[in-house]
């Protein structure tokens, strides 16, 4: 389990709760996560920490839309056979309106 993941999404995402941004159109996007080792970038928006679960824009996974995603269960993907975590943080991210990113 990548517990510094969930830990640090805790963190960055402590004063944007679930439905905080509801009413917004061009919602901020505070941090991305992405598959290090494949395919798959999450744009979070808002989070819950009681049940773990964020919401976002997903985007390499198929098909790109908006919706629910359980951080407990991204980290603790690792790659087969080992200790290294898939899912990782984008260090370099800066909190960006949705509107503005490069998709």
Do not use: C
């Amino acid at each position: 389990m990548n517990q510094p993941l969930i830990d640090e999404v805790k963190h960055r995402m402590a004063t944007w709760p679930i439905y905080s941004q509801e009413s917004i159109e061009d919602k901020l996007v505070v941090m991305k996560l992405f598959n290090a080792f494949g395919s798959g970038t999450w744009y979070l928006t808002e989070y819950d920490p009681e049940d773990e679960q964020a919401f976002g824009y997903v985007t390499g996974l198929g098909g790109d839309e908006w919706g629910y995603f359980s951080i407990r269960e991204m980290a603790s993907l690792m790659l087969r056979g080992t200790r290294v975590p898939h899912i990782e943080i984008d260090r370099h991210f800066d909190p960006t309106p949705f509107s503005q990113l490069e998709l």
